[in-house]
């Protein structure tokens, strides 16, 4: 099979996979209809303030997995709507930045800086517009890089890296969140240890469990779902339960603005935009293809290059359509880049690649990794295919993004006066549902509430989660790619140390820990990656 | 003596009923069957029990629950299926080496043999040592000779036994092979393909390789020559008496009801020996094909395998 080939059966395993439903004798593919619902719950979800993409993806998983069940068939329609989540909840995240200075999306919070003072000067319905369209221009174009790139950039990087070198990377990886989310770098890497400790327990090459102080309750480690869904949706539950206690005297009731001004957004406008959307979708693809760098960096970065490239009457913070699509290009065109290291290393940068990731793991036939981008010509490489099928999905989604996304985000703006002592009970029940269907044990219930107090304790310290969530993912592949180092090596002590590429990346997750430890600014707003 | 009288009276009874039970109805699960799987959900052996989960179900209309209990080699299922009531309702599918070399090397499994009753194999394995095709190597004695001439051998292996025997070949051939652990049974694969390993182990994954000649199996490790690679020699003609393959196996814990274990090896042999069968068909495609082996014979093939697994310790020590 040649590549085009591979390009045209992942392409029909979307559109001519396992069908939903007939209609006049044509089949509607069931991955086709996951995308789409994915895509239009995520807007909604990305609306509503204090959900968000990785709550629906964290609740959705088990359950879907449990429906479609383990086979390489359930792969796409699920990966298909988390992508569709994924950027549903891009997109989506901005409506309440711009209608109510409420970010709706921890992405989104640099949005609120033009948006909301759009919506006070009666425009808002041209920053929706905007938003619209430099988030659906940065995430797709950021989607054509990843698909052009990721298999080539695969293919390089296991030519390159050995064993030492894959250690080393991860590392780096791990050093570069733990740094770059949160307030304090010190923090993070603690997260981020912490991870490494609990992805320990009952793990490893032994024929017995380690760490399990003799119980069996450890003895087979710690489910990670569950634990990944502990800290990042429970922990954040607890948190707002606190929230709304401290807050319940102080019900203010959000007044919308009535809007007059000029509202529509025309080609020039739009032409006149395409500097600071294509500068940001640079910046964001560019981040995202780091591993390890989420979506909040990239909008802080983009709307600080938007501002220095920025002459116009209006200043950036005062109300500026530059402003709004300077953050939301950057934001959105993390995603698809972010795929550039799950696809070709399995390291993921955001908390929607970390479900990606989870999803392949936990249903199998598929393993994120070069042998993806294996382009056996005689026999089919299957992950080459669900590789395809993935970009086809990602693309479906960018077409519904620009053809009904738009339309579908202005009626979201209603989803903020949803109260939240209404959401999240809901949220809570749907969680231990989420886990418990999966699992069918209470033990997994009791880890997952375990962990929600972590998470909350964590975000209490201002503890950021994220480095947790992906240390504690990436544990297994650091440990055996270090084992695996040491033993090529015939067990020498300096084994991280004797290829230049790996020290190369050794001194630069020191350089990067050192780097962002002076002069951080500690907003406490930018703490909480999720939300 | 009256009493006496009333006692074997009443044994009797009871006797006659149950045999007559017996012959009336066959026993029957008196609820959902756990299945657990030993293996991560979405490989080989987890497609295989699931198929077979599946088929049993249409067949015999029992419901049947797949729960994956990953971990340690098959030592995580094994030590959570022992604790289960020997009633039929929980059986597990795992690799039959970890109930025999498996509990012999390590420490404290928190399981013996004894703790279970073994109900069928299923299929086995498919192992053999693989390199990339451009080496040039045809067969192991090509990689001796190598590291005869002083090259350095990297060789992948994803179980301690495997390591071990990557370790007893270099000994009766005078060589020595850096042996690196990798992960699941791609793991050794991908090492090859990326250049990161001289050879590995590789037990059914490589197929592919193999036949698109990119890849080579340069022995069998198992008893008879590879379906895909006839021509790849065994291991006894390079001075290695013993084999590595396993089998797959369905076992329930110790004290199942004969009955019980019949109704149940039974229905297993059926759905392995059934050319229709989606199992039958899934093995032939991944694994050796159908080997079902139930009952006693399956009982004597497991005494055999820890005998042979002693003896094997006993020479790499």
Request: net charge negative.
């Amino acid at each position: 099979m040649g590549v085009f080939e591979y390009v045209w059966a992942g392409v029909m395993a979307v559109f001519a996979g396992p069908e939903a439903f007939a209609i006049f004798g044509v089949g509607i593919s069931i991955t086709l209809l996951m995308v789409a619902f994915g895509f239009f719950l995520g807007i909604v979800i990305g609306a509503t303030p204090g959900l968000g993409g990785p709550f629906v993806m964290a609740v959705s998983l088990p359950v879907l997995i449990s429906i479609f069940g383990f086979t390489p068939d359930a792969l796409l329609p699920i990966m298909g709507f988390l992508v569709g989540v994924m950027k549903g909840a891009t997109v989506g995240g901005s409506v309440p930045a711009i209608l109510f200075n409420t970010p709706g999306t921890p992405d989104a919070l640099m949005t609120t800086l033009d948006g909301y003072p759009m919506t006070k000067k009666g425009q808002a319905g041209k920053a929706l517009r905007t938003a619209h369209f430099a988030s659906a221009s940065g995430d797709t174009f950021s989607d054509l890089v990843l698909f052009t790139t990721a298999p080539f950039l695969a293919i390089l990087v296991e030519g390159y890296l050995g064993f030492a070198e894959k250690a080393a990377l991860i590392i780096l990886s791990l050093s570069f969140v733990a740094a770059v989310v949160g307030a304090s770098p010190m923090k993070g890497l603690i997260a981020a240890f912490l991870g490494l400790l609990i992805a320990s327990v009952g793990t490893g090459e032994d024929l017995y469990p380690r760490m399990s102080m003799g119980t069996d309750f450890l003895a087979n480690g710690v489910p990670l779902i569950t634990a990944v869904l502990g800290v990042l949706i429970m922990g954040e539950v607890f948190s707002s339960f606190e929230q709304m206690w401290r807050d319940r005297r102080t019900e203010a009731a959000t007044a919308e603005i009535p809007q007059s001004g000029d509202n529509s957004l025309s080609f020039r406008e739009r032409r006149k935009l395409m500097p600071f959307i294509g500068v940001s979708a640079v910046v964001g693809t560019v981040i995202g293809a780091l591993p390890g760098i989420g979506s909040t960096l990239a909008a802080t970065l983009g709307y600080a290059t938007g501002q220095k490239m920025h002459k116009g009457p209006v200043n950036f913070g005062e109300g500026t359509p530059e402003g709004v699509a300077a953050t939301e290009a950057a934001n959105s065109s993390v995603s698809g880049a972010n795929l550039i290291p799950v696809l070709s290393l399995g390291i993921p940068g955001n908390v929607g690649a970390v479900f990606l990731i989870l999803a392949a793991e936990s249903i199998g036939g598929f393993n994120p990794g070069p042998s993806v981008f294996r382009f056996t010509t005689t026999e089919v490489n299957p992950e080459l295919v669900i590789a395809f099928g993935l970009f086809t999905t990602m693309m479906f989604a960018n077409i519904l993004n620009w053809t009904f996304g738009g339309q579908f985000m202005r009626w979201v703006g209603i989803m903020v006066k949803i109260p939240k002592p209404a959401l999240m009970p809901i949220v809570f029940l749907l969680t231990i549902t989420a886990v418990y269907v999966q699992e069918t044990s209470m033990l997994s219930v009791y880890f997952l509430l375990g962990f929600g107090l972590l998470g909350y304790v964590m975000r209490k310290i201002r503890m950021p989660i994220l480095p947790f969530v992906i240390s504690f993912i990436l544990a297994g592949n650091l440990e055996t790619a270090l084992r695996q180092a040491f033993a090529v090596s015939k067990a020498d002590p300096l084994f991280l140390f004797r290829s230049p590429l790996s020290v190369v990346f050794l001194a630069l997750s020191i350089i990067v820990v050192i780097f962002f430890s002076r002069g951080k600014k500690s907003d406490p707003k930018m703490t909480s990656e999720v939300s | 003596m009256k009493l006496g009288r009333i006692k074997s009276t009443l044994v009797a009874v009871a006797l006659a009923s149950s045999m007559a039970t017996a012959a009336v109805a066959e026993w029957q699960p008196s609820g959902p069957i756990k299945l657990m799987i030993a293996f991560r959900a979405g490989g080989g052996v987890d497609t295989s029990a699931r198929l077979l989960a599946e088929e049993l179900t249409a067949r015999h209309g029992w419901e049947i629950i797949p729960e994956n209990v990953a971990g340690r080699g098959g030592a995580a299922m094994a030590a959570a299926l022992k604790d289960e009531p020997a009633d039929g309702l929980a059986i597990g599918m795992t690799a039959m080496d970890s109930l025999a070399y498996g509990v012999l090397a390590a420490k404290n499994p928190g399981f013996t043999p004894e703790d279970f009753t073994y109900l069928s194999a299923i299929t086995g394995t498919q192992t053999g040592l693989i390199a990339k095709s451009s080496r040039g190597w045809k067969n192991l004695g090509d990689v001796i000779a190598a590291a005869k001439a002083g090259e350095e051998i990297s060789a992948g292996a994803m179980s301690a036994k495997l390591a071990d025997a990557l370790y007893l070949i270099g000994q009766a051939n005078g060589v020595e092979f850096t042996t690196v652990m990798v992960q699941g049974g791609k793991g050794g694969l991908n090492g090859v393909v990326a250049d990161d390993l001289d050879i590995a182990w590789a037990a059914g994954p490589q197929t592919q390789g193999v036949k698109a000649g990119d890849l080579v199996n340069l022995v069998s490790a198992e008893s008879a020559p590879l379906n895909i690679s006839p021509d790849a020699p065994l291991l006894n003609e390079y001075n290695v008496e013993f084999t590595f393959g396993t089998k797959f196996g369905v076992v329930a814990p110790a004290g199942l009801d004969p009955e019980a274990r019949k109704v149940l090896q039974d229905a297993i042999v059926e759905v392995v020996n059934d050319p229709e069968s989606k199992l039958n068909q899934f093995i032939t495609r991944a694994f050796s094909g159908p080997e079902p082996i139930a009952g006693e014979d399956f009982d004597a093939f497991m005494a055999a395998a820890r005998e042979e697994s002693e003896r094997f310790l006993k020479a790499v020590e």
